[in-house]
């Protein structure tokens, strides 16, 4: 595509109620990247994907959280048992190859739970 | 571990007058390089400028130059004859060259909130 595509835009949840987030990066870009960003807050880093390869998950903030990239393209981040301090826009970018380069986000998932 | 750090958490600033958002780092990395993006109210991150530490020169793109003081530890964002379009959330990012390809993804700093007033 022509650039990182987020589903949904917006997600209301109730606490206690699992959620899938998807990111679809562009089209042959290697790396992809979810990132987390509280309200007034910068960026906080969850994880990384590099193609196939199993991802780093130590950024990610609980065992609630869990990630996959089927196909080296299309992203899955999951939020099980959501709690309300889960509420914040999730952030997915890709970049070409994972050096130093820039990366392309999408427009995000703003993420309520109640 | 890398930490970035904007002092300036909101400014206004008159239309046509030229801007500098600061922005300090710290890392114990030799090589790496430093990220400017732009987040208007849509959300969406916008690449604006990129400076490499071993780069000589200040980067710049268009109205957009970085002030790069390495010993400093400095990578502020100037802004040249700001526009009404430039009022939005302003994030500087750093990351290791050799961060084994992206591992650790850019370390952001908390952003500034830039107001640009006609």
């Known amino acids: 595509g022509a650039g990182v595509s987020q589903s949904p835009s ?4 109730e606490k206690g109620k699992d959620v899938e987030l998807r990111c679809d990066p562009i089209s042959g870009h290697t790396a992809l990247y979810w990132y987390r960003q509280s309200l007034g807050q910068g960026l906080e880093f969850l994880i990384y994907f590099q193609g196939n390869s199993a991802p780093d998950k130590s950024g990610l903030p609980s065992d ?3 990630a996959e990239r089927t ?18 826009v ?23 739970v109640l | 571990a890398q930490k970035i750090t904007q002092t300036q958490p909101g400014m206004f600033v008159q239309e046509k007058e030229a801007v ?11 090589s790496y390089g430093l990220f400017w993006y732009k987040q208007p109210s849509s959300g969406e991150m916008i690449f604006l400028i990129y400076q490499g530490s071993y780069d000589e020169q200040n980067a710049t793109e268009g109205r957009y130059s970085l002030n790069f003081q390495k010993a400093r530890k400095s990578a502020n964002l100037v802004i040249s ?10 994030f500087c990012a750093m990351r290791d060259v050799y961060s084994g390809g992206g591992a650790d993804g850019l370390t952001f700093g908390k952003g500034t909130h830039l107001i640009i007033q006609p």
């Open chain 1, 10 to 13: 917006n997600k209301v949840t």
């Open chain 1, 64 to 66: 609630r959280f869990s």
């Open chain 1, 71 to 88: 196909g080296g393209s299309v992203s899955t981040l999951t939020i099980q048992r959501t709690q309300q301090e889960d509420s914040a």
């Open chain 1, 90 to 112: 999730y952030l997915c970018a890709s970049s070409l190859t994972g050096l130093n380069e820039k990366l392309f986000f999408g427009s995000g998932t703003q993420l309520s």
């Open chain 2, 20 to 30: 500098t958002l600061d922005c300090t780092y710290d890392t114990s990395d030799q």
């Open chain 2, 81 to 90: 004859a700001s526009q009404l379009g430039d009022s939005a959330m302003y």
